[in-house]
């Protein structure tokens, strides 16, 4: 299972860093580093009475993104088994080392550098913050209804690529406006979600 893990995680980064490295190389690679053009550094926040956002501002948003992320997770309840994470259930701690790079790498960073990194910066950087967040958040709800539409019914795929559009919002406008462009706290939120449900099917309490 670990080593199976490590490799799978690392060949989805590479793909999901495949198209940006190429776009990075062809218009931007004299200018600016790969790594701080994809939003991969250290955030500078912009958060309090005098920054861009309030801290109540914040603080919504982040209930927002839980409570949207507990709705998700009601809606795929029903189906477990069909889930990337269903591998670990009743591993134990056997899978703790897997789980870790299942969450941080293979589904956390590879999909936060191309949605967030990638696609959210170039698209409200010719669209501007609002119309590029939405249509990436747009993207990343579309992505979520072909992985679950097989399986469930009408209502729930809505209701879940509804979800799933939101906290890709939030997660946009949390590293864009509050963050300074860096996708590290988008990185953490997604990565942490994945890390308990793992955690929670491999020890059998989800």
């Known amino acids: 299972m670990l080593f199976a893990t490590f490799i799978s995680s690392f060949v989805q980064l590479g793909i999901a860093l495949l198209i940006p490295a190429i776009w990075w ?43 949207v992320s507990l709705a998700s997770l009601r809606i795929a309840s029903s189906v477990w088994g069909a889930l990337a994470t269903s591998r670990f259930m009743g591993a134990g701690l056997l899978a703790v080392v897997p789980i870790l790079l299942y969450a941080f790498i293979q589904t956390g960073l590879a999909e936060e550098l191309f949605f967030r990194g990638f696609l959210a910066k170039r698209l409200c950087a010719s669209f501007g913050f609002s119309r590029g967040n939405t249509i990436q958040a747009l993207v990343f709800g579309l992505l979520h209804l072909l992985l679950f539409i097989n399986y469930l019914p009408v209502l729930s795929l809505v209701a879940i690529t509804v ?9 946009g406008w949390l590293n864009e406006q ?8 988008s990185w953490m939120l997604h990565s942490l979600a994945n890390l308990l449900v793992a955690l929670g099917m491999a020890f059998n309490v989800m």
């Open 178 to 185: 509050a963050a300074g462009g860096s996708v590290i706290p």
């Open 163 to 171: 979800l799933a559009g939101i906290n890709g919002w939030i997660m």
């Open 25 to 67: 190389a062809v218009t931007t690679k004299r200018r600016l580093e790969f790594a701080t053009w994809i939003g991969l550094y250290v955030p500078t926040w912009k958060v309090g009475p005098v920054q861009r956002v309030s801290q109540k501002q914040l603080g919504i948003a982040l209930v927002c993104w839980v409570a």
